[in-house]
């Protein structure tokens, strides 16, 4: 009997990882840096550096969620996140 409980505990720990695995790809997933930076580039702004996911900069209709830093048009540092929708909603820049 004690061997089947430390069966039984092993496969939680396994599936437990798992899950956070998939957690963890489903969030590096949400961001779009290549387009965000194009985008950014063409909005005028330069030395652009991306920061990763923003988990509560968008709302809950934006799919991606890409933070950054940039110089912007006026030589000042911003931080922010551009906002991009799944098919037919565009990007929006939010700043910090």
């Known amino acids: 009997m004690k061997n089947l ?9 396994k599936m437990k990882k798992l899950f956070l695995f998939c957690i963890c790809l489903f969030i590096v997933s949400c961001t779009n840096s290549e387009n965000v930076s194009k985008f950014l580039d063409n909005e005028g702004y330069t030395e652009i550096q991306m920061t990763g996911y923003n988990w509560l900069s968008c709302s809950k209709d934006d799919w991606y969620h890409t933070g950054f830093k940039a110089r912007n048009m006026n030589g000042k540092i911003v931080e922010g996140t551009v906002c991009e929708g799944l098919l037919f909603k565009g990007k929006i820049i939010r700043f910090e």
Not at 5 to 13: D, E, L, P, Q, V
Request: hydrophobic share 20%; glycine share 12%.
């Open 5 to 13: 409980y430390i069966h039984s505990n092993y496969k939680g720990i």
